[in-house]
């Protein structure tokens, strides 16, 4: 009466607990899911795809370089001063000046410059013995600036640009090795998942197996054929087992809370962010061939940190050879023709003398004649010119060389660092495939005795050759073995996601494309 008063109790406590659990909601992902709506939603990637953006808006900026600029100028002065000479003019000699001027610069891919500008200049003035007044003057000028030592060549010219794009290209290298951990992140984060449910599973296995001993060998002792000292024996094993399924369970949940927070399920679907997650997919079993050879040419080829330390490497000799570049002397080419116009509103004295003759008439002439001559090219001059200098610090000091050569040689120094320390990590990658799927196997064969030994040890326990304690020491025995069994598999899944992301191909094998990546809104 009393077990099924206790019974009855326990149904009714359980009931809320079940009707719970039925109406919790339970989300079914697979890996590629989980990786993509990690893609879509991680707060880091969504930070580290601006990298290359924005090195790659510092190129565009670089190139700007090379667009010619245009200028426009405008002055007027008016000037008035004191007159020291009845001859100059009365009280005051006034003078209004218009300066007009558009000027078209262009960069030279050889680091010269060449511009081009047209100047236009009117001068009214009241002072006396002018011939042309207001008085019109234009200039159409072309100069060649080149120097022929220093700052001289394509990769001095465009040094900036090309800064700019290996500074690209890194980004985009470092933003590849960021998406390569953060799909080896999912991964681990799902199988860990995996691997908590299952190991939830078994612990829950294990108990059920104690309780029904326990259920089985209360029922011995109220018929007097077993001592009460089994029945403290198996609920003292029955409590370590409901420990164990607590320990799981906390696992479970521990785990969930990593792939959430990696995939930023919230972000995907708000409605779900708090349902239990599902995983659909199993692991693999089946052994994976791997080649040690082939695995570090791989990573050699397509890992994205070499990549960028090589790119860096490129920097720094441009960097090198910009600073020795500074150290030549300075000899500069310069080179113009010009070509002027003037033109105005001329004065006609009595007798064709502008000192004692009186004016007598204008004729007047515009800006159009000036601009005509200038056009026609009617005055043609032309000037070249070099120039040396030498600066003494570059004769008495080549720090600049020095400290752009030791950063050449500490990146250089780097890349073999990096490159040494790859040879290790896929040696370890490829040792690690190769161990834990022996330890599948072994593991596998270890738990399918333990299964055995089990079933023999139950059939011995019901002919009464045995004792229960022997019975609860082969079923922790099974589920030891059992998570063992998982826990190898798991990491047999982990080592070949590690061995792909260290070989730089797991974008590759799971068809991600970072351009896409990059451009997306």
Do not use: H
């Not at 799981?248 to 779900?272: G, H, I, M, S, W």
């Not at 490829?430 to 072994?442: E, G, H, I, L, P």
Request: proline share 3%; hydrophobic share 40%; net charge neutral.
């Amino acid at each position: 009466m009393n077990r099924r008063m206790t019974g009855l109790i326990g149904l009714l406590i359980l009931c809320p607990a079940l009707t719970a659990a039925a109406q919790e909601k339970t989300l079914p992902l697979t890996l590629e899911d989980c990786i993509l709506k990690a893609l879509r939603n991680n707060y880091d990637l969504a930070v580290q795809v601006l990298s290359p953006e924005t090195a790659d808006i510092a190129v565009s900026q670089a190139e700007e370089k090379f667009i010619p600029s245009l200028s426009l100028a405008f002055n007027r002065r008016d000037t008035a001063q004191a007159s020291y000479s009845w001859l100059e003019a009365a009280e005051q000699v006034k003078q209004l000046r218009d300066n007009t001027s558009v000027q078209l610069n262009q960069q030279l891919p050889f680091g010269g410059s060449l511009g081009l500008s047209l100047l236009g200049v009117k001068t009214d003035t009241n002072s006396r013995f002018q011939t042309i007044n207001p008085r019109f003057e234009t200039q159409l000028s072309l100069s060649l600036a080149q120097p022929l030592l220093r700052n001289f060549g394509l990769s001095m010219s465009r040094r900036e640009i090309i800064v700019a794009q290996n500074n690209y290209q890194a980004a985009e290298k470092d933003f590849a090795a960021f998406v390569q951990n953060l799909v080896y992140q999912v991964e681990q984060a799902y199988w860990n998942l995996v691997y908590a449910i299952e190991n939830l599973q078994v612990r829950d296995q294990s108990l059920k197996l104690a309780r029904e001993l326990l259920d089985k060998n209360r029922r011995s002792v109220e018929i007097g054929t077993l001592a009460p000292i089994d029945v403290l024996n198996a609920q003292a094993d029955v409590a370590s087992r409901e420990a164990d399924v607590l320990d799981a369970q906390a696992l479970v949940k521990n785990y969930e809370d990593v792939l959430r927070a990696v995939v930023n399920l919230a972000a995907d679907t708000p409605d779900a962010a708090g349902a239990r997650i599902e995983p659909s997919d199993r692991p693999a079993s089946e052994e994976v061939p791997v080649d040690l050879d082939e695995a570090l040419l791989t990573a050699a080829a397509n890992r994205p940190e070499l990549a960028a330390s090589r790119i860096d490497i490129k920097t720094k000799e441009l960097n090198l050879t910009y600073a020795r570049n500074q150290l030549l002397p300075g000899l500069d080419l310069t080179a113009q023709y010009w070509s002027p116009g003037v033109s105005g509103t001329q004065l006609l004295y009595e007798g064709g003398n502008p000192l004692f003759g009186d004016l007598i008439g204008t004729l007047p002439g515009g800006v159009s004649e000036a601009m005509r001559d200038t056009f026609n090219f009617k005055y043609r001059n032309w000037s070249v010119g070099l120039t040396l200098s030498l600066p003494l610090n570059t004769v008495f000091s080549r720090a600049a060389a020095a400290q752009a050569r030791v950063a050449r040689d500490q990146s250089l120094a780097r890349l073999r660092s990096s490159e040494q320390q790859l040879d290790l990590e896929v040696r370890s990658a490829v040792r690690s495939v190769q161990t834990n799927f022996m330890r599948v196997q072994a593991y596998r064969a270890a738990r399918e005795l333990a299964e055995k030994k089990l079933e023999a040890e139950e059939e011995k326990l019901r002919v009464g050759l045995t004792t229960n304690y022997f019975v609860l020491q082969y079923q922790r025995d099974l589920a030891d073995r059992q998570t063992l069994e998982l826990r190898a598999l798991i990491d047999y899944n982990l080592s070949l996601a590690k061995l792909a992301q260290v070989k730089g191909v797991n974008l590759k094998e799971k068809n991600i494309n970072l351009v896409e990546l990059m451009r997306r809104d």
